[in-house]
């Protein structure tokens, strides 16, 4: 980490498959001096999963956390022809060191995975537990808004 390291949340635009009707949320860590541009995703699962939709619907989807290079991230939902909105956090470098570590940590094989819960255990509600541990404060209202972007833009793709 340097003081020119950014971290962002980032928002992905709906799709028509089960699993993308709702969007998506990352973490993304970019610094342009050293080259580092990873997400930290924890919306992963195994696509062979059987009756992954009755799974997915009922809560017992097993997800988990990944990261990899940003360039392929955006490759996989511009060829989707997704949007991606970034929001830059405002973070001491105290704070983002302290981040990097807590996503490191979660890429353990002993915690990477997850059940999916659709309200309240997700990528985006995981994204804003990370957060709200490293800063101690309760970021809720960013959560609310990002699950608000998100119901929003699936009421606007019923209409």
């Known amino acids: 980490m340097t003081k020119n390291t950014r971290v962002s949340v ?18 993304r860590i970019n610094d342009n001096t050293t080259g580092f541009d ?20 009922k809560g017992d989807m097993q997800y988990f956390a990944a990261a990899y290079p940003y360039s392929d991230f955006e490759y996989s939902y511009r060829i ?11 973070l001491s470098l105290e704070e983002k060191e302290k981040l990097f ?14 059940t999916y819960k659709f309200i309240d255990r997700n ?30 833009l699936f009421c606007i793709r019923m209409q």
Request: charged share 20%.
């Open 80 to 90: 989707e022809n997704r949007s991606i909105f970034e929001q830059v956090l405002n």
């Open 10 to 27: 980032l928002t992905v635009g709906t799709a028509d498959e089960s699993h993308s009707l709702y969007g998506h949320t990352a973490i």
């Open 123 to 152: 990528c985006t509600t995981k994204v804003v537990d990370v957060l709200n541990e490293v800063l101690q404060k309760n970021l809720l209202l960013i959560e609310l808004v990002i699950i608000k972007k998100h119901i929003e």
């Open 38 to 57: 990873f997400i930290y995703n924890y919306g992963m699962f195994d696509f062979q999963t059987e009756n992954f939709v009755l799974k997915f619907v």
């Open 101 to 114: 570590e807590k996503l490191g940590a979660s890429l353990n094989p002993n915690t990477k995975f997850y």
